[in-house]
C-alpha cells in the first residue's frame, strides 16, 4: 500500500482580536465554542505581537475583528492574526469583520485619490485570509474587491424584527438618507409589511468631509412613524439633519435605525438633541457606556454571525440566512 488512508475531520477554531472581545464571547457562547487563548501586546514603538496558544495546524479557523477606533491598530492587529494562523498551518482562514474598515473609500469621487477599500482586500488575501464574512457594507460591490468568497450578511431582520415587535400598531414609512440607499429602503419597506417609501434629497461639498445639507423629503412622510435607515452613523450629521427635515415637513415620530455605530466626535451629542425617539444600533462595533444615551437601544448582533459561522464551517448556505436575498 503506497498511501496512508485518513478518515477527514473538521475542527472549528474561533479567535479574537482585542477591539471588540465581548461580540467574540458572545459568538462563542452561541457556538458552543471558546475563544482560543492568545498572547496579543503592543511594543513601546505601537508594534503589535499574537502568538497562538494553542496549535492551529488543520483547523478551519475564524477571526474576529470589529475595525474600530484606532481603526488601523484593529486592522493591523487582524492581519497580525491572520499571517500566524497561515504560518501556523491553518487550513483555511476566514476573517470576520463586522465593519469592514475604510469601506466609505470604494470609489474615485476626483483624480489621484485611493481606493482604500479594495487596498484593505488585497492585504487580507496577501496575508493568507481564504474568505471574508462582513455585515452590511457600505456599498456591495467591495464584495468584489477581495479575491476569494466573501458571505455579506444583512442586520436588517435584526433590525426591522425589533420594531416590529416594539411597535406593531404603527403607521411606518421607511425613509433612506440620500438616494444611494433607495434598494435597501425598499427591503426594509417589505419586510415591514409594503410601508410607503422616501428618502431625503441632500447635497454634499467633496471638499467637506462628514458634511451634508439635507434639503428636502421626497415621498409621503406625513402623519407617519418615519424609519430613517443607514449603514453606519460616523459623526451623526447627516443623520441629525434628516430628522430635523422629517419632523419640519410632517413626521409624527421619527426613529433612527443603523448597523455599526462609529459614533465619533459629536455623534452623541446630535444624535440625542436631534429629536429622534429612538436610535437604534447593533453592537457590530464596540459602544461604551459613555457613549449611551436615553432613547439608544443597542440590538446584539452574535446570533446572526454565530449562525453564519456555522453554515461556512459545515458548508451550508449564508444566503438561506436571508431568505435567499444575501
Known sequence: MSAIAGTPKKNMMLFSGRANPELADQVAKELDVTVTPQASYSFANGEIFCRFEESVRGSDAFVIQSHSAP?????????????????GSAKRITAVMPFWGYARQDKKHRGREPISARLV?????????????????HTAQIQGFFDGPVDHLFALPVLAQYIKDTRPDENFAVVSPDSGRVRLAERWADTLGGTPLAFIHKTRDPLKPNEAVANRVVGDIEG?????????IDTGG???KAVKVLREQGAAKVL??????????????RLSTCGAEEVIFTDSLPIPEEKRFDGMTVLPIAP???EAIHQVFEDGSVTSLFDGNA
Open 224 to 232: 407617519r412613524c418615519c424609519v430613517v435607515i443607514d449603514d453606519m
Open 304 to 306: 446572526l454571525l454565530a
Open 71 to 87: 481603526i488601523n491598530d484593529a486592522i493591523m492587529e487582524q492581519l497580525i492574526m491572520v499571517d500566524a494562523l497561515k504560518r
Open 238 to 240: 447627516t443623520v441629525a
Open 256 to 269: 433612527v435605525a443603523a448597523t455599526h455605530g462609529v459614533l465619533s466626535g459629536p455623534a452623541i451629542e
Open 121 to 137: 482586500a488585497d492585504m487580507f488575501k496577501t496575508a493568507g485570509a481564504d474568505r471574508i464574512l462582513t455585515l452590511d457594507l
